[in-house]
C-alpha cells in the first residue's frame, strides 16, 4: 500500500509541474513615497495604480478580487513585498507589506 501511496504522489508530482507554461512576471520595483501617494484604499482604481506603478504579477479570484505584488527597496539587493487586494469592483480594498525578498534578476 506504501508503494502505491508513493507512485500516485510522484505521478501527481510529474503532473503538475508540467501545468507552468511561462515564469510569472516580475514584480515592479516602487519607492515607499510613490506608493504612500498612488495607494489609497477605497479610493484608487485598478486602472490608477496599473498607470502609475505599471503591471505585474497579479492573482485573480473567482470572486472577482484582484492581488497584485510590487517590491519595495529596503536596502542594496533587498526589496520588501507589497501587496494589494483590488475588490471585485476593480477598487484597492488593503495593502500590505510583506516578507523582504531579493527578488530574481
Known sequence: MRRGAALLLAA????????????????????????????????????????????????????????????VPESVGAYREFVVLLDPNGIVAKTRKGALVTPPR
Not at 515607499?32 to 479610493?43: I, S
Not at 505599471?54 to 470572486?63: E, K, T, V, W
Open 12 to 71: 501527481a508530482g510529474l503532473l503538475s509541474s508540467g501545468c507552468a507554461t511561462r515564469e510569472p512576471a516580475p514584480a515592479a520595483v516602487v519607492s515607499e513615497a510613490r506608493l504612500q501617494q498612488t495607494v489609497l484604499p477605497g479610493q484608487t482604481t485598478r486602472a490608477q495604480l496599473l498607470a502609475a506603478l505599471g503591471d505585474g504579477p497579479a492573482i485573480r479570484f473567482d470572486s472577482g478580487a484582484e492581488v497584485r505584488l510590487f517590491h
